[in-house]
């Protein structure tokens, strides 16, 4: 059973930094991963890290705005926004998966646990 708790959502502008924290507690191998969903809008990727290779991967929307990285001596996986836009606003998710595919998992449906989501809002 793994437990994931979201945070460091928030309202900002466009243009502005936030990260997100997802504290991962239980079993913490595997494969983990930040998606978002904006109202009206399906669940999309957008970065995926394997626990023990800290081997990325990023949807392409994000990519070099975002980093996902973790933190094993907090049980801890993060999401750094930087150059952030209006079109990323959306309730962010973690999620994590106990054995990793030999690809890169990219569809809500492949994990087993997620968090509660945080909010967030960037404004124009």
């Known amino acids: 059973q793994v437990q994931l708790v979201e945070s460091g959502g928030g309202l900002v502008q466009a243009g502005d930094s936030l990260r997100l924290s997802c504290a991962a507690s239980?079993?913490?191998?595997?494969?983990y991963a930040w998606f978002r969903q904006a109202p009206g809008k399906e669940r999309e990727f957008v970065a995926t890290?394997?626990?023990?290779?800290?081997?990325?991967y990023y949807a392409d929307i994000v990519k070099g705005r975002f980093t996902i990285s973790r933190d094993n001596t907090k049980n801890t996986v993060y999401l750094q926004m930087n150059s952030l836009k209006p079109e990323d606003t959306a309730v962010y998710y973690c999620a994590s998966r106990v054995f990793p595919l030999s690809r890169h998992s990219v569809v809500p449906s492949e994990y087993d646990y997620w968090g509660q989501g945080t909010q967030v809002a960037v404004s124009a």
């Open positions: 239980g079993r913490t191998f595997g494969t």
């Open positions: 890290i394997r626990w023990t290779t800290r081997n990325t």
